[in-house]
Protein backbone atom coordinates (compact mmCIF):
# COMPACT_ATOMS: atom_id res chain seq x y z
CA UNK A 1 0.00 0.00 0.00
CA UNK A 2 1.32 3.54 -1.05
CA UNK A 3 2.19 5.70 1.79
CA UNK A 4 -0.10 8.89 2.47
CA UNK A 5 3.07 10.88 1.88
CA UNK A 6 6.51 11.11 0.83
CA UNK A 7 9.11 13.53 2.75
CA UNK A 8 13.06 14.02 1.79
CA UNK A 9 15.55 15.43 3.71
CA UNK A 10 18.49 16.86 3.16
CA UNK A 11 21.46 15.94 5.71
CA UNK A 12 23.91 18.61 6.54
CA UNK A 13 22.23 21.87 7.53
CA UNK A 14 18.70 20.06 8.02
CA UNK A 15 19.14 16.47 9.92
CA UNK A 16 22.38 17.53 11.57
CA UNK A 17 24.79 20.84 11.77
CA UNK A 18 28.29 20.81 12.95
CA UNK A 19 28.83 17.57 11.51
CA UNK A 20 32.38 18.14 12.32
CA UNK A 21 35.71 18.14 9.61
CA UNK A 22 35.59 14.36 9.10
CA UNK A 23 33.58 14.00 5.63
CA UNK A 24 35.86 17.27 4.15
CA UNK A 25 38.95 15.62 5.36
CA UNK A 26 37.84 12.40 3.73
CA UNK A 27 37.70 14.31 0.52
CA UNK A 28 40.99 15.93 0.71
CA UNK A 29 42.68 12.67 1.74
CA UNK A 30 40.59 10.55 -0.93
CA UNK A 31 41.93 12.96 -4.22
CA UNK A 32 46.00 12.91 -2.30
CA UNK A 33 46.11 9.05 -1.96
CA UNK A 34 44.43 8.37 -5.61
CA UNK A 35 46.72 11.16 -7.42
CA UNK A 36 49.35 12.79 -5.15
CA UNK A 37 47.92 16.28 -5.73
CA UNK A 38 47.16 17.83 -2.20
CA UNK A 39 43.68 19.91 -2.57
CA UNK A 40 42.07 21.66 -0.15
CA UNK A 41 38.28 21.90 0.57
CA UNK A 42 38.62 25.40 2.50
CA UNK A 43 38.03 27.90 -0.25
CA UNK A 44 35.14 25.88 -1.46
CA UNK A 45 31.02 27.13 -1.04
CA UNK A 46 30.03 23.59 0.02
CA UNK A 47 26.86 24.56 1.40
CA UNK A 48 24.17 22.96 -0.80
CA UNK A 49 26.82 21.01 -3.31
CA UNK A 50 26.95 17.59 -4.48
CA UNK A 51 30.30 15.96 -3.39
CA UNK A 52 31.55 15.18 -6.96
CA UNK A 53 31.89 18.64 -7.96
CA UNK A 54 33.48 19.59 -4.59
CA UNK A 55 36.08 17.40 -5.66
CA UNK A 56 36.36 18.16 -8.87
CA UNK A 57 36.42 22.14 -8.15
CA UNK A 58 39.14 21.05 -5.36
CA UNK A 59 41.31 19.04 -8.21
CA UNK A 60 40.82 21.90 -10.71
CA UNK A 61 42.20 24.75 -8.30
CA UNK A 62 45.13 22.59 -7.85
CA UNK A 63 45.55 22.34 -11.57
CA UNK A 64 44.33 19.25 -12.58
CA UNK A 65 42.77 18.90 -16.30
CA UNK A 66 39.08 17.60 -16.92
CA UNK A 67 40.33 14.67 -18.55
CA UNK A 68 42.83 13.90 -15.50
CA UNK A 69 40.08 14.69 -13.13
CA UNK A 70 37.38 12.76 -15.04
CA UNK A 71 40.20 9.37 -15.09
CA UNK A 72 40.51 9.79 -11.53
CA UNK A 73 37.08 10.46 -10.23
CA UNK A 74 36.21 6.38 -9.62
CA UNK A 75 38.78 5.66 -7.39
CA UNK A 76 38.55 9.05 -5.41
CA UNK A 77 34.76 8.42 -4.82
CA UNK A 78 35.30 4.95 -3.35
CA UNK A 79 38.40 5.70 -1.14
CA UNK A 80 36.59 8.94 0.19
CA UNK A 81 33.42 6.00 1.26
CA UNK A 82 35.91 3.85 2.91
CA UNK A 83 38.16 6.71 4.69
CA UNK A 84 35.28 8.59 5.63
CA UNK A 85 33.45 5.02 7.08
CA UNK A 86 36.66 4.69 9.80
CA UNK A 87 36.90 8.11 10.93
CA UNK A 88 33.05 9.56 10.87
CA UNK A 89 32.79 10.37 14.62
CA UNK A 90 29.74 9.54 16.88
CA UNK A 91 26.83 12.53 15.88
CA UNK A 92 23.92 11.61 17.50
CA UNK A 93 24.48 15.01 19.65
CA UNK A 94 24.44 16.72 16.06
CA UNK A 95 20.85 16.11 15.08
CA UNK A 96 19.23 19.26 14.93
CA UNK A 97 16.25 20.44 16.55
CA UNK A 98 12.73 18.98 15.80
CA UNK A 99 14.44 15.98 14.15
CA UNK A 100 13.92 13.26 16.20
CA UNK A 101 10.14 14.23 17.28
CA UNK A 102 9.49 15.15 13.56
CA UNK A 103 10.68 11.53 12.31
CA UNK A 104 9.02 9.79 14.83
CA UNK A 105 5.86 11.49 14.26
CA UNK A 106 6.23 11.02 10.27
CA UNK A 107 6.43 7.19 11.33
CA UNK A 108 3.81 7.07 12.99
CA UNK A 109 1.66 8.59 9.92
CA UNK A 110 3.13 6.02 8.16
CA UNK A 111 4.38 8.48 5.60
CA UNK A 112 7.67 7.24 3.17
CA UNK A 113 11.19 8.64 4.20
CA UNK A 114 13.78 9.73 1.99
CA UNK A 115 17.29 11.30 1.99
CA UNK A 116 17.84 13.61 -1.48
CA UNK A 117 21.83 14.75 -0.36
CA UNK A 118 25.05 15.73 -1.87
CA UNK A 119 26.77 13.29 0.42
CA UNK A 120 28.16 10.18 -1.55
CA UNK A 121 25.83 7.29 -0.48
CA UNK A 122 28.14 5.40 1.88
CA UNK A 123 28.84 8.82 3.67
CA UNK A 124 25.54 9.61 3.84
CA UNK A 125 23.98 6.38 5.68
CA UNK A 126 27.18 6.41 7.39
CA UNK A 127 26.47 10.07 9.13
CA UNK A 128 22.74 8.79 9.89
CA UNK A 129 24.26 5.02 11.19
CA UNK A 130 26.17 7.52 13.80
CA UNK A 131 23.48 9.97 14.61
CA UNK A 132 20.70 7.09 15.13
CA UNK A 133 18.67 8.26 12.55
CA UNK A 134 19.02 5.58 9.42
CA UNK A 135 16.18 3.48 10.68
CA UNK A 136 13.67 5.89 9.67
CA UNK A 137 14.45 5.85 6.05
CA UNK A 138 13.34 4.10 3.56
CA UNK A 139 15.50 5.03 0.57
CA UNK A 140 17.91 7.73 -0.79
CA UNK A 141 19.46 9.25 -3.50
CA UNK A 142 23.22 10.58 -2.89
CA UNK A 143 25.56 12.29 -5.41
CA UNK A 144 26.97 9.27 -6.51
CA UNK A 145 23.74 9.15 -8.67
CA UNK A 146 23.16 11.62 -10.37
CA UNK A 147 24.97 15.26 -11.19
CA UNK A 148 22.47 17.79 -10.18
CA UNK A 149 20.21 18.20 -6.91
CA UNK A 150 17.40 18.33 -8.77
CA UNK A 151 18.12 14.98 -10.38
CA UNK A 152 18.71 13.32 -7.33
CA UNK A 153 14.97 14.58 -5.98
CA UNK A 154 13.68 12.82 -9.35
CA UNK A 155 15.40 9.37 -8.04
CA UNK A 156 14.16 9.27 -5.03
CA UNK A 157 10.62 9.75 -6.35
CA UNK A 158 11.38 7.35 -8.51
CA UNK A 159 12.19 4.94 -6.61
CA UNK A 160 9.81 4.98 -4.08
CA UNK A 161 6.82 4.78 -6.75
CA UNK A 162 8.81 1.74 -8.02
CA UNK A 163 8.54 -0.09 -4.54
CA UNK A 164 4.79 0.68 -4.79
CA UNK A 165 4.91 3.26 -1.29
CA UNK A 166 4.50 6.14 -3.60
CA UNK A 167 2.06 6.72 -6.49
CA UNK A 168 2.37 9.91 -8.33
CA UNK A 169 0.07 11.17 -6.73
CA UNK A 170 1.26 11.09 -3.34
CA UNK A 171 2.08 14.41 -1.85
CA UNK A 172 6.07 14.96 -1.97
CA UNK A 173 7.70 17.56 0.42
CA UNK A 174 11.79 18.44 0.09
CA UNK A 175 13.09 19.63 3.23
CA UNK A 176 16.91 21.52 3.08
CA UNK A 177 18.69 24.34 3.98
CA UNK A 178 20.08 26.07 0.93
CA UNK A 179 18.73 27.42 -2.52
CA UNK A 180 19.29 24.46 -4.05
CA UNK A 181 16.95 22.37 -1.68
CA UNK A 182 14.52 24.58 -3.01
CA UNK A 183 15.39 24.56 -6.84
CA UNK A 184 15.66 20.71 -6.40
CA UNK A 185 11.98 20.62 -4.89
CA UNK A 186 10.37 23.53 -7.64
CA UNK A 187 12.10 21.19 -10.44
CA UNK A 188 10.16 18.41 -9.51
CA UNK A 189 6.87 20.31 -8.43
CA UNK A 190 7.34 19.07 -4.95
CA UNK A 191 6.51 21.04 -1.65
CA UNK A 192 9.88 22.75 -0.89
CA UNK A 193 10.45 22.82 2.91
CA UNK A 194 13.43 25.29 3.89
CA UNK A 195 14.90 25.12 7.14
CA UNK A 196 17.41 27.79 8.82
CA UNK A 197 19.64 25.46 10.53
CA UNK A 198 22.31 25.49 7.88
CA UNK A 199 24.54 28.29 6.57
CA UNK A 200 22.06 30.07 5.81
CA UNK A 201 19.45 32.81 7.45
CA UNK A 202 15.47 33.25 6.92
CA UNK A 203 16.49 36.46 5.00
CA UNK A 204 18.30 34.67 2.20
CA UNK A 205 16.38 31.70 2.14
CA UNK A 206 13.25 33.73 1.80
CA UNK A 207 14.46 35.29 -1.11
CA UNK A 208 14.41 31.42 -3.18
CA UNK A 209 10.28 30.97 -2.05
CA UNK A 210 10.26 28.34 -0.61
CA UNK A 211 6.51 27.51 0.03
CA UNK A 212 7.33 26.64 3.54
CA UNK A 213 9.79 28.84 5.04
CA UNK A 214 11.22 27.59 8.88
CA UNK A 215 13.84 28.52 11.77
CA UNK A 216 14.34 24.73 12.78
CA UNK A 217 11.79 21.63 12.30
CA UNK A 218 10.70 22.21 15.98
CA UNK A 219 7.96 24.43 14.36
CA UNK A 220 6.49 21.88 11.41
CA UNK A 221 3.53 21.23 12.14
CA UNK A 222 2.26 17.60 10.42
CA UNK A 223 -0.93 19.43 9.70
CA UNK A 224 0.71 21.50 7.28
CA UNK A 225 1.75 18.63 5.23
MG1 LIG B 1 22.36 20.95 3.30
Redesign the pocket.
Known amino acids: MSASILVLF?????LLRRAGPAHGQALEDAVRLETGVRVSIATIPV??MLDRDILTLMMREAGLGARAIRAAMPAIVARAQRLYHRRCPDLRQRVCPGVRPLLAKLGRREATLGLV??NLSAIGWRKMRQAGLDHHFHLGAFADMGSTRGMLARLAAREARRAGWATPKTPTYLI???A??IQAAKENNMVSIAVAT??YGLDELKQHQPDILLEDLRQLRLEQL
Open positions: DIDGTFGTGGDTNDGH
